[in-house]
Nanobody, 121 residues
Framework: QVEVVESGGGLVQPGESLRLSCAASGNIFSISFMGWFRQAPGKQRELVATITSGGGTNYADSVKGRFTISRDNAKNTMYLQMNSLKPEDTAVYYC???????????????WGQGTQVTVSS
């Protein structure tokens, strides 16, 4: 069974930075997709950024130039460096991973519990 755990959220002021981490575990054979999503109060969950196993990235227009997604394949870990944070970035940030565990050899689509990011002065 694949599990993911996010960390790194917190309360920051506008213009400051945070780095989120997402660690996947569970006897993983391969990870094809990793992504960050966020959900603000009263809004639908939205894509923030994604990264493929080959390193291809995709960003929401609202975070381009401010956020950087990366991954360490050896550690099955993904990161989101968030710079120049704005109040509208306030949300719960979720990690999403699509991986094949050696236990089932079937693609698993797994979500983390989320980490709160609050940007406020």
């Amino acid at each position: 069974q694949v599990e993911v755990v996010e960390s790194g959220g917190g309360l920051v002021q506008p213009g400051e930075s945070l780095r989120l981490s997402c660690a996947a575990s569970g006897n993983i054979f391969s990870i094809s997709f990793m992504g960050w999503f966020r959900q603000a109060p009263g809004k639908q969950r939205e894509l923030v950024a994604t990264i493929t196993s080959g390193g291809g990235t995709n960003y929401a227009d609202s975070v381009k130039g401010r956020f950087t997604i990366s991954r360490d394949n050896a550690k099955n870990t993904m990161y989101l460096q968030m710079n120049s944070l704005k109040p509208e970035d306030t949300a719960v940030y979720y990690c999403n991973v699509r991986a094949i565990p050696r236990t089932t050899w079937r693609l698993s689509d797994v979500w983390g519990q989320g980490t709160q990011v609050t940007v406020s002065s």
